[in-house]
């Protein structure tokens, strides 16, 4: 077997197609395809079943896609190791960051990266946690920070920080006074949210729901800088992290009022696959995070993981 059309078929089937497999890969669809039945003629198997929608891996596929995902882990490796052997960790990472986080990530990242990794390459995009955890699952991911990330079978997690949500309101429109609010109180505002599954979202309706109350949805949009921009512009009021507002162009215009009563609060959270062993590279890479992550954050205090014999630091209130 290639290595290449091994690449091919778990890209394919991680992906769910060959149009999005091939945009990923950069190569043409035609000479993906090619690839692909050209494996599967020399094992003699089916191993997609192809219609309109994509393709999903047959039986044999599935149990090709298991070991192709440990073949091409341990051709990782092996180059990481001969890497270490000039002094250097090598290969690239993808990682996703919330939109939230990534103006205040980015930079210091990147900076820790490239001092501790020359010989690697770093890839960073951003996104609603929803939409990463996809990415994660399917491949295009790496490393994903994730805002209240819930247990599943495709994902290992491991909790970094916590981070106050606050009401963000027009400054020149609300005044400049930032008394904290009662949940209750704000169940009264007219909210510009993000619609569902959004993390923060879900927080807030959660919170709400159990003290009898429920949020009063003016507009649902995807996306912080439009979020601060209805906001400004007077739709209504967000619930954001000061991280959030800090991103905005002119983070002056609003003003923040601290949520109390009970308090509202989104776990920041470090994902990876569980279907795909990190390779050294990326394990750094995930360390190099939670040490950034807590140098922009307030201190933290020790809070148990949710995987077995870690714990991971929360920001202290």
Known sequence: MDLKQIEYFVRVAELGGFTRAAAMLGIAQPALSRQVRLLEVELRQTLLTRDGRGAAPTEAGRLLLAHGR????????????????????????????PTSLA????????RAFREKMPAATLSI???????????????????????????????????LQVEDLFLVQSRALAGAGAAPIRLTDLAQLALVIPSRPNAI?????????????????????????????LVADGAGAAILSRNAVASAVDPARFRLRAIHEPRLQAQIALAVSAHRPA????????????R?????????????????GRDAPVAGT
Not at 103 to 110: C, D, G, K, Q
Not at 202 to 222: H, T, Y
């Open 201 to 229: 979202r879900m927080r807030v309706e959660s919170e709400m729901a159990a003290i009898g109350c429920s949020p009063r949805i003016a507009l649902e949009i995807d996306g912080v800088s439009a979020i601060l921009d």
């Open 125 to 159: 995009s951003e996104g609603l946690s929803a939409a990463m955890l996809e990415s994660l699952v399917n491949g295009r991911l790496d490393i994903a920070v994730l805002y209240n990330a819930g247990p599943s079978a495709d994902i290992e997690i491991t909790p």
């Open 292 to 308: 950034t992550l807590a140098s922009v954050l307030p201190p933290a205090r020790r809070v148990r993981s949710t995987r077995p």
């Open 103 to 110: 103006r205040a990530l980015a930079v210091p990242l990147t």
């Open 279 to 290: 390779t050294l590279t990326q394990v750094a890479t995930q360390e190099l995070i939670a």
């Open 70 to 97: 440990g073949i091409l882990h341990q051709v990782e490796r092996a180059r990481e190791e001969l890497g270490r052997l000039r002094g250097a960790l090598a290969g690239r990472v993808a990682i996703g960051l």
